[in-house]
């Protein structure tokens, strides 16, 4: 995957070497990163500083000198008004980051950036913050990875004392799976400023819409018998049960669910491996039907 418009954020802590590695490792997979911003807490941390300051060497001139490959660099530190956080002691620290670190995606998101985040360095809650905010704005070409680096050089090139490895040291991206429900939502981008707690709560509504919609319209699809199985699924009875409720047969009942499930794959589009049961019904069903 290349793209004219892509950005690498990293999270950092005192591990600048965090940074150059998941950059090589992006040059070395043929990625074309045009631009790489550093997330970290106040820099008036001594490792933090360290940190920024062995980075800044290896950009001179916004000219990624290692690799020879011109491309932008900022840093960020993490804060608001009040200025930078040095540490994240509770739920109001928290919400600091998450509004900036939300601020910081949706607007690359509206530059048409494709984003590659690294969460690997730094206080573990800015990771999950921004893996948070990756899941609500992120689309399919964007990729969250997490670095790996073996137990060897972790100790090698503690604090930055070695800033890039050849191939055969280990050192690599993974990319960790997720559902990128900005996407499907684009609407989520309008909700910065938001506190967080409204923006899932925002998030939460627009999915139980879409799947209700979704179930509605396989209702729609339905005999008047299937209508009465399906209900019946949702009201939590097995399949026995509910041959003996409509007094049926349950090899009736059986060819129903078939049908139903059936149009169900088609509206949840599940690939057509994935098994699919009689508890899949109630779990879809029982909202919307009882």
Same mark, same amino acid.
């Given at each position: 995957? @290349?793209?004219?418009?892509?950005?690498?954020?990293?999270?950092?802590?005192?591990?600048?070497?965090?940074?150059? /590695?998941?950059?090589?490792?992006? +040059?070395? =997979?043929?990625? %074309?990163?045009?631009?790489?911003?550093?997330?970290?807490?106040?820099?008036?941390?001594?490792?933090?500083?360290?940190?920024?300051?062995?980075?800044?060497?290896?950009?001179? $001139?916004?000219?990624?000198?290692?690799?020879?490959?011109?491309?932008?660099?900022?840093?960020?530190?993490?804060?608001?008004?009040?200025?930078?956080?040095?540490?994240?002691?509770?739920? $109001?620290?928290?919400?600091?980051?998450?509004?900036? #670190?939300?601020? +910081?995606?949706?607007?690359?998101?509206?530059?048409?950036?494709?984003?590659?985040?690294?969460?690997?360095?730094? &206080?573990?809650?800015?990771?999950?913050?921004?893996?948070?905010?990756?899941?609500?704005?992120?689309?399919?070409?964007?990729?969250?990875?997490?670095? /790996?680096?073996?137990?060897?050089?972790?100790? &090698?090139?503690?604090?930055?004392?070695?800033?890039? #490895?050849?191939?055969?040291?280990?050192?690599?991206?993974?990319?960790?799976?997720?559902?990128?429900?900005?996407?499907?939502?684009? !609407?989520?981008?309008? +909700?910065? !400023?938001?506190? %967080?707690?409204? #923006?899932?709560?925002?998030?939460?509504?627009?999915?139980? @819409?879409?799947?209700?919609?979704?179930?509605?319209?396989? +209702?729609?699809?339905?005999?008047? =018998?299937?209508?009465?199985?399906?209900?019946?699924?949702?009201?939590?009875?097995?399949?026995?049960?509910?041959?003996?409720?409509?007094?049926?047969?349950?090899?009736?009942?059986?060819?129903?669910?078939?049908?139903?499930?059936?149009?169900?794959? $088609?509206?949840?589009?599940?690939?057509?491996?994935?098994?699919?049961?009689?508890?899949?019904?109630?779990?879809?069903? &029982?909202?919307? #039907?009882?």
């Amino acid at each position: 995957m @290349t793209n004219e418009h892509s950005t690498l954020v990293v999270t950092l802590g005192g591990q600048a070497q965090v940074v150059t /590695f998941a950059l090589d490792a992006l +040059l070395a =997979r043929r990625e %074309s990163v045009q631009q790489v911003i550093v997330l970290h807490l106040a820099s008036e941390q001594p490792r933090v500083a360290k940190a920024l300051a062995q980075l800044a060497r290896e950009f001179v $001139n916004e000219q990624y000198v290692y690799a020879r490959v011109p491309m932008r660099y900022r840093t960020i530190p993490l804060g608001d008004a009040g200025g930078a956080l040095r540490d994240i002691r509770n739920e $109001n620290d928290a919400e600091v980051v998450w509004q900036a #670190v939300y601020a +910081l995606i949706a607007d690359l998101k509206a530059q048409a950036q494709t984003l590659h985040l690294c969460i690997a360095g730094g &206080r573990r809650l800015i990771g999950l913050m921004a893996m948070s905010t990756a899941m609500l704005l992120f689309d399919h070409q964007d990729r969250l990875w997490h670095l /790996f680096t073996p137990d060897e050089w972790r100790q &090698r090139a503690f604090e930055g004392a070695v800033m890039h #490895v050849t191939p055969d040291a280990g050192v690599r991206l993974i990319q960790v799976p997720m559902a990128p429900w900005g996407a499907y939502f684009p !609407g989520l981008q309008a +909700l910065v !400023g938001m506190p %967080s707690a409204r #923006v899932v709560a925002h998030q939460h509504t627009w999915l139980a @819409t879409d799947e209700r919609l979704r179930g509605q319209r396989v +209702l729609a699809q339905l005999s008047e =018998r299937q209508r009465e199985v399906l209900h019946a699924f949702a009201a939590g009875f097995t399949p026995q049960q509910v041959a003996e409720r409509l007094t049926i047969s349950l090899k009736t009942v059986d060819s129903h669910k078939t049908v139903i499930l059936e149009l169900c794959r $088609n509206e949840w589009q599940i690939p057509p491996g994935t098994r699919l049961d009689y508890h899949f019904l109630r779990d879809k069903f &029982r909202d919307l #039907v009882l």
